[in-house]
């Protein structure tokens, strides 16, 4: 930023005129980057927006009792209570708002009360007071701080644990100074009272957000990441034209990209998963979420859909080489596999769309059993197949990708099993369909129940399944 | 426990004495289970226990403010901001402690100063003053609240945020009624300093927890869980007698479960990689760590091993399928595959046995050019192999599972290259054998220099490596 001496007065007005304007224009891109990522903050999840608005007007609500006089005479300095208790208490969900401010009353009364009583005991002691006192400090503190290590305990009532030794310090340590300290307690946990039922109150009514439902939601959202995947995948696996390909393959490659790494963020999600599941088991029943709605089996399906996922990113790694010739052999198993991957994708789908509707999904599913099919077609297309041994090695990812397809749609199953379970113990109603499949599934010997909700009728092989209660049965490749 | 009305006198405390008996004895079982589950958290971590103790001198030593009369005068009410803060703000890390420590110094020293500006405003505003105020404490809540959402924000300035919105509602409302507020917010202001002092001289000087090191031997503890399944999967999967598997597999049967499912955590070990990475980032250089150490090279190498045990999680599908009849062809594999095997886990123990000791890995490893001779005789045992139709659905379990030890074999390298990236970018020290191999890498045609800490040189395949630059060469199946 050396100003030239040889610069004379209107070159000098003129620089400071485009340096003036190059800054503002610095700025103005800068203010335009930031609002684009509020606004995109704000699109991705407009209850962010909401939720802070919320917040804003619990504290203000609970300011009101500073303000306006009467209220403050009768509560006097304690009422700045209530505002603490509004900004560390309020959370997005309503599962966290109730977990921290339960925890935190509860934890406060019980402390305070265990306060009280080391100072009337202490108060008996004379000259030991302050050792006790103290001494009571180190040990409950050193015995909650190594509490909250345990698993279940750091689950549930970590918060309340904090806000315990908190209180009973606090007690213990203004106790033995400050007068009227039980008026000051009741003044102190009537402002705690009013601040945690602010939140509550705007937390459950004004646009709740519900932690058992964000779960209940990523469960089936993520169930329909891998279905993506997998229509995805047969297409642009087997390469095959237009023509050849079944029509949902050519429609999945648009989104390609999307669709193909979707699947990663499922991998990471058990930690989120977890933490909602935490938070849902505080919440009150809502909607059609009863109060004892079975949470831990969400964690359950999540975990084998996880694994499913996990397969999912061995086979997306076969994505990535090229297979210059396509062998003859490639050519003749593309058929059931790209049927293996669509009619997976296509079940975990309707998993995921049962789930959602919160029924039950049809006990025998159209396209599990097709999924089987195409396995024994693909078994079938292997036994026909008479190589030598150089294309052997060129035969290779080809079988590795039909062998990880079949653990797929293992995977799938199980999957099947799991949220089947889960509508069992969160009672969903039953669909419509159901009271058919019932009354089919009597014989042992059952024509296939076409579900033509997903369009493209034409492309289902029809099979005939015997014993359809060991699900497994040739679904596996030897 | 309806009494029997016919039992006599005796027969009563008879049952009684046998109720009291089996109560006492519940109760010490109760007891035992506890004190053992408290035992195993203690040992598990002994740096449990220590923390504990940490926490509760932190407290005492700030109670001393209180307890103490001339600093008690001094100080006055404000004193209780002491143990709130010490309270709030140790964590088990030196790094979560500094991070809630500056962030809420910062916070409280900045919304106190916004506070106290606003309370100036509002006092030439007459009636206006309440309705000013509010609006201020309302627009503030919801921006920061909205702030919190920014992932950048949420990592690093969370607990900053709402400090800076706890402190700015309570001077702004406490303010309006409160005279000598100054006064006040530079008492609360020191007081806030010695709790958050206190903790982190206790923190970082009494046996110190460091965030930064617990990822460190995170990522090592990872690459060693992988290392150990992988060297315990060759003899578990083909089965071979002890004579016929080479030693080190005989030897991994033993903890055999422990070994096998080892790896399983690693798959979830994201969330607290990259909590461990943020806190981190807070600490200062200690021991072998620098201030500026490449925290951020830990999360992308421990990516690359969760995507190594995503193929090994696919891997493992294959231990629980019965193979009765072993044909040839998987006798013929058996040994490419196992030698793969042990060879990607030596491999893995190198790199984290280089990494725990921050010394450069030799950036020729023998048992990754061993891994590569290994998969080259994989293929060639393919080649020779000259399967009819009927069993090649036979090999094509083995086949996968040679397909997906060679996609490990890959992982392998790029957990290699990544954990070469960071001892560049943390100039770790180079190990002796380095000077050596540097000077035979000028040649492009080099013998091995054996790696002989491992053990077992005799099982060594003595490769002539051309070209190492392109290190994925001969690597792969076609």
Redesign the interface.
């Known amino acids: 930023m050396e100003i030239d001496s040889t610069t004379c007065e209107h070159g000098l007005m003129g620089r400071l005129f485009h340096w003036a304007k190059a800054l503002s224009g610095k700025i103005r891109t800068n203010m335009e980057v930031l609002i684009e990522?509020?606004m995109k903050?704000?699109r991705d999840d407009p209850r962010?927006?909401v939720?802070?608005?919320k917040?804003?007007?619990a504290?203000?609500f609970v300011?009101l009792i500073?303000?306006v006089r009467p209220l403050?005479d009768g509560f006097g300095?304690a009422?700045?209570w209530a505002?603490?208790t509004v900004?560390?208490i309020f959370e997005f969900t309503v599962g966290g708002t109730l977990y921290k401010g339960l925890n935190r009353g509860i934890a406060t009364f019980s402390a305070g009360g265990l306060g009280l009583g080391a100072i009337y005991i202490a108060s008996h002691l004379g000259e030991a007071e302050?050792v006790f006192?103290?001494f009571m400090?180190?040990?409950l503190?050193?015995?909650s701080?190594?509490i909250r290590?345990?698993p279940h305990i750091k689950r549930r009532y970590d918060y309340g644990v904090?806000i315990f030794?908190?209180t009973f310090?606090?007690v213990?340590?203004?106790g033995?100074?400050?007068e009227k300290i039980i008026e000051l307690a009741n003044q102190r946990l009537v402002t705690i009272i009013i601040g945690g039922a602010a939140c509550m109150v705007v937390s459950i009514f004004l646009c709740p957000v519900w932690a058992g439902e964000d779960l209940h939601k990523l469960v089936a959202l993520n169930m329909e990441k891998l279905a993506n995947f997998l229509e995805g995948f047969g297409g642009e696996y087997f390469k095959l034209d237009e023509e050849e390909s079944s029509g949902e393959a050519g429609v999945c490659s648009k989104d390609k990209l999307l669709f193909l790494n979707g699947y990663k963020s499922v991998?990471?999600s058990?930690?989120s998963e977890e933490s909602l599941a935490n938070l849902a088991w505080w919440e009150p029943g809502h909607g059609r979420f009863r109060f004892s709605h079975p949470w831990k089996q969400y964690l359950e399906t999540g975990g084998l859909i996880?694994?499913c996922a996990?397969?999912i990113?061995?086979l997306s790694?076969h994505l990535n080489?090229d297979i210059e010739v396509q062998s003859e052999f490639h050519k003749r198993i593309a058929e059931p596999c790209m049927k293996v991957c669509s009619e997976s994708g296509k079940a975990l789908k309707e998993l995921a769309s049962s789930l959602r509707a919160m029924k039950r999904p049809s006990s025998f599913s159209a396209h599990i059993q097709n999924c089987k099919a195409a396995i024994a077609d693909l078994?079938a297309a292997?036994?026909?197949?008479?190589?030598?041994?150089?294309n052997?090695?060129?035969m290779?990812?080809s079988?590795?990708v039909?062998?990880?397809l079949c653990?797929i749609s293992k995977c799938v199953e199980k999957i099947s099993e799991s949220i089947h379970e889960l509508s069992d113990k969160a009672n969903f109603e039953s669909a419509k369909s159901t009271q058919s499949s019932h009354i089919i599934h009597r014989g042992s010997v059952k024509p296939l129940t076409g579900d033509t909700r997903h369009g493209n009728d034409d492309n289902y092989v029809h099979v005939v399944v015997i014993n359809v209660n060991s699900t497994s049965s040739g679904a596996?490749?030897?």
């Open positions: 990522r509020i903050l704000a962010r927006v939720h802070s608005f917040v804003a007007l504290l203000t300011s500073y303000y403050y300095v009422g700045i505002v603490l900004v560390v302050p006192l103290g400090v180190f040990l503190a050193a015995v701080t190594f290590f345990f904090l030794i908190l310090s606090m213990a340590v203004s033995s100074r400050v991998l990471n058990k930690a996880r694994q996990c397969h990113e061995a790694g080489t078994r292997l036994e026909a197949s008479s190589p030598d041994s150089a052997l090695v060129e290779i990812p079988i590795a039909g062998s990880l653990d596996s490749l030897p």
